[in-house]
């Protein structure tokens, strides 16, 4: 299975934009979904969108409309970009294969 590596969280004021990146260390073209979660302390990881290997894609709620997922089966790559951020969208987001999941990257965004 392959290993996932996030980058891209940062801190960021509210209203603006990150882009996360997902690497992984084999191809991804054969997995059926890439998706992002995100998890805040005490609560429940939740899912925020996924992507399956034909470019259907699905949002929380919370995110659609603001975030983009895709992904590149040249580069391994999943993408999340990440705009108009709300203080609540602060948390740890991690990608997954669906049997393999990254180290998580923080975002945090500041009112």
């Known amino acids: 299975q392959v290993q996932l590596v996030e980058s891209g969280g940062g801190l960021v004021q509210a209203g603006g934009s990150l882009r996360l990146s997902c690497v992984a260390s084999?191809?991804?073209?054969?997995?059926?979904?890439m998706a992002w979660y995100r998890q805040v302390p005490g609560k429940q990881r939740e899912l925020v969108a996924r992507?399956?290997?034909?470019?259907?894609?699905n949002y929380a709620a919370s995110v659609k409309g603001r975030f983009t997922i895709s992904r590149d089966n040249v580069k391994n790559t999943v993408y999340l970009q990440m705009n108009s951020l709300k203080p609540e969208d602060t948390a740890v987001y991690y990608c997954?294969?669906?049997?393999?999941w990254g180290q998580g990257t923080q975002v945090t965004v500041s009112s």
């Open positions: 992507i399956a290997s034909d470019y259907t894609t």
């Open positions: 084999g191809t991804i073209f054969s997995i059926p979904v």
């Open positions: 997954t294969s669906g049997t393999s």
